[in-house]
C-alpha cells in the first residue's frame, strides 16, 4: 500500500515538474494522424504517460544526432499509445533510446545451410536487441510518420512491440496474453495468417500487407501491430482475426477510431 502512495506521489510530482510543453502537445495530437479520433479523455491520459515515459527514460543521439525535447515528446507519445491501456510498466525494461539520424549499419553473424559462419550487414531503421535492451530508431524514419500517415509502417511502434513480445523471455510472436484471452485462438489466428503470407509470396502474389512480416512470427506480431494502429481496415480486411486479437491483446479498437476521426467525431 506504501509502494502505491509513493509511486503514485512521483508520478504526480513527474507531471507537475516536468509536463510536455502545451504547444507541443496539441502539435503531435493535430499534426501526427496516429492520434487522430482519440477522445479528450484519452489524450489527456496518454499525455500523462508520455511524460513519464519521457522523463524515466534516457534518450541518447547517436552519430551526432541531437535529440531535442519535441524529438523525445513525439517518441514517448506514439509508445505511451501503444501501451495506453496496458500500463507503462510493461516497457519497464527498456530504459535507453538510441536515435540515429538516419538508417544505421549493423554486422551480425549468421549461419548457413552447413553451420558455417559468416558475417552479414544490415541496413535498419529500427532495432530492439533484448527486453532490457536499448530501442535503436533511425530518426528521419520516425520524423517522416509524424505529420503524414504511412499506412503499415512506424518504426516506433514496431520496436516497442518487440519489448511487448519479449516479456514471456523471448520474441516469438505472441507477448503475455491477458487472463480472459484464449491462447489457442491467438495461435489459430496468427499461425494461419502467416502462413498465408508466407504463401502468397512464395507463389509471387502481392502481399496482403508488408512482405517483411513473413520473416518469423516476432517480426508478423510487430508489423501487423503497425498495422493495427496506422492502416485496421486493411488488417481486419485481411486478417479479421489477427485484427480481432490484437483488439482484445491492446485493448483499443483502432478501427472505430480511425471511423471516427474520419467522420470528424
Same mark, same amino acid.
Given at each position: ?8 506521489f ?24 496516429l ?90 531503421a ?8 536499448p ?52 495461435t489459430?489466428?496468427?499461425? @494461419?495468417? $502467416?502462413?498465408?503470407?508466407?504463401? &502468397? /509470396?512464395?507463389? #509471387?502474389?502481392?502481399? *496482403?500487407i508488408?512482405?517483411? !512480416? ?22 481486419? @480486411?485481411? $486478417?479479421?482475426?489477427?485484427?480481432? &486479437? /490484437?483488439?482484445? #491483446?491492446?485493448?483499443? *479498437?483502432?478501427?472505430?477510431? !480511425? ?7
Amino acid at each position: 500500500m506504501i509502494a502505491k502512495w509513493l509511486e503514485h506521489f512521483r508520478v504526480r510530482r513527474i507531471l507537475k515538474r516536468f509536463p510536455i510543453p502545451h504547444e507541443t502537445w496539441h502539435h503531435l495530437m493535430t499534426a501526427d494522424p496516429l492520434f487522430h479520433g482519440l477522445s479528450a479523455v484519452e489524450k489527456a491520459r496518454l499525455r500523462e504517460m508520455a511524460t513519464v515515459f519521457l522523463h524515466r527514460k534516457y534518450f541518447k543521439g547517436a552519430q551526432g544526432q541531437v535529440v531535442t525535447s519535441e524529438m523525445g515528446a513525439a517518441i514517448s507519445a506514439q509508445a505511451a499509445l501503444l501501451v495506453l491501456n496496458l500500463g507503462l510498466d510493461t516497457l519497464d525494461g527498456c530504459n535507453d533510446i538510441i536515435v540515429y539520424p538516419s538508417a544505421f549499419r549493423v554486422r551480425r553473424e549468421a549461419h548457413d545451410e552447413l553451420g558455417l559462419v559468416r558475417q552479414e550487414d544490415n541496413v535498419l531503421a529500427g532495432e530492439s536487441w533484448s527486453y532490457d535492451g536499448p530501442v535503436v530508431l533511425a530518426w528521419d524514419e520516425a520524423e517522416a510518420e509524424l505529420s503524414e500517415n504511412h499506412p503499415g509502417h512506424n518504426v516506433v511502434l514496431h520496436e516497442f512491440a518487440h519489448k511487448l513480445d519479449m516479456l514471456n523471455g523471448k520474441a516469438n510472436g505472441m507477448p503475455p496474453l491477458h487472463a480472459e484471452m484464449n491462447r489457442a485462438v491467438w495461435t489459430q489466428a496468427f499461425s @494461419q495468417a $502467416f502462413e498465408h503470407l508466407q504463401a &502468397q /509470396l512464395a507463389h #509471387y502474389h502481392n502481399p *496482403d500487407i508488408n512482405s517483411y !512480416a513473413a520473416t518469423s512470427p516476432a517480426e508478423f506480431f510487430a508489423v501487423t501491430t503497425e498495422y493495427f494502429f496506422t492502416a485496421p481496415k486493411r488488417l481486419k @480486411q485481411h $486478417f479479421p482475426g489477427v485484427y480481432e &486479437q /490484437l483488439k482484445q #491483446y491492446y485493448r483499443q *479498437d483502432t478501427l472505430h477510431r !480511425a471511423q471516427s476521426a474520419d467522420s470528424g467525431f
